[in-house]
């Protein structure tokens, strides 16, 4: 017999990855997803036609509601990078198509921070899930017509910033291995010509600590330094549905940095370095010990 959790259970993954694109944050779409089950738990069952639908728009809500809030807008002052999350095994859903794997992308989500709540709801539904109008329509309580204007505008906002990356995953991987073996190596030269002339690194390491470094040199000297300090132990593995540098030392994850590759350059690092921005690739890569572990 199915029980109402678990039809829930059937739908988190899908409400994980629609409320982390929403967000930008693993930590609070994971805090959504328990608020949506709690509701979900206390609703009529009988009164719910379509549970996906219902749930949908009550995460939808839920990530609107904390969009809009004060912390929200304080906290997200300067190069703000979201937070990281391991793909390799469907964390986000299914990544089979370049606009799915966009959709979860760090570019990505730094440029839907430039959108309204509402215009980044209708954006995310209807690009990273492919919903129809009347269904977003209903999910965010306006007209089809609206929805309609709220996905055009909020395309427009984005396009100047908009960029796609399509090297294919085992070509991407062997130049973040090349790009880590270089780094390591101290060799400078061979850092640099992996990167695009043109390539930007993102770095934040918490609301008093974020900057932007730009250009071969700069970005090469920075990569190599920072390398350097994370040794020994520096994994490859995928985040954000592309190749990602994982720093660990005795154990804790000190640092993730995900690379935006073309066929042949490096054109983007983004590298989260904030504690509170690590935690969940900090659990999934290394669950704690038993006897640490959560009761």
Not at 23 to 49: C, K, M, N, P
Not at 212 to 239: K, M, Q
Not at 269 to 290: E, G, I, M, S, Y
Request: charged share 25%.
């Amino acid at each position: 017999m199915t029980t109402i959790g678990d039809v829930f259970d059937g739908e988190r993954g899908r409400l994980f990855g629609l409320a982390y694109r929403l967000l930008g944050s693993a930590a609070d779409a994971e805090d959504v997803v328990q608020e949506a089950f709690l509701r979900w738990h206390a609703a009529d069952q009988r009164a719910i036609e379509t549970p996906g639908t219902w749930l949908t728009k009550v995460v939808t809500n839920l990530c609107l509601n904390h969009l809009t809030s004060a912390r929200v807008r304080r906290e997200r002052t300067g190069p703000w990078l979201p937070e990281p999350v391991l793909t390799g095994h469907g964390a986000l859903g299914p990544l089979e198509t370049a606009e799915q794997r966009e959709s979860v992308s760090l570019a990505l989500l730094v440029l839907l921070e430039r959108l309204t709540p509402v215009e980044r709801a209708v954006f995310v539904l209807r690009e990273a899930f492919g919903y129809p109008y009347e269904d977003i329509a209903a999910v965010v309580s306006t007209s089809e017509g609206n929805c309609r204007q709220l996905h055009s505008r909020a395309r427009r906002r984005i396009g100047d910033g908009r960029t796609r990356f399509a090297a294919p995953d085992e070509q991407a991987r062997r130049l973040a291995e090349r790009f880590l073996a270089a780094a390591r190596a101290g060799d400078l030269v061979a850092l640099e010509e992996l990167l695009a002339a043109d390539v930007t690194a993102w770095v934040d390491a918490g609301p008093s600590s974020r900057r932007t470094v730009r250009g071969r040199e700069e970005v090469g000297r920075l990569a190599g330094t920072a390398l350097a300090r994370f040794a020994p132990r520096t994994l490859i593995a995928e985040a954000n549905a592309a190749p990602a540098l994982l720093f660990v030392r005795a154990g804790a994850l000190l640092g993730v940095t995900v690379l935006d590759i073309d066929e042949a350059r490096i054109r983007n690092l983004h590298t989260v370095t904030d504690p509170r921005k690590l935690a969940l690739v900090q659990r999934r890569l290394l669950p704690a010990p038993a006897d640490q572990a959560r009761p």
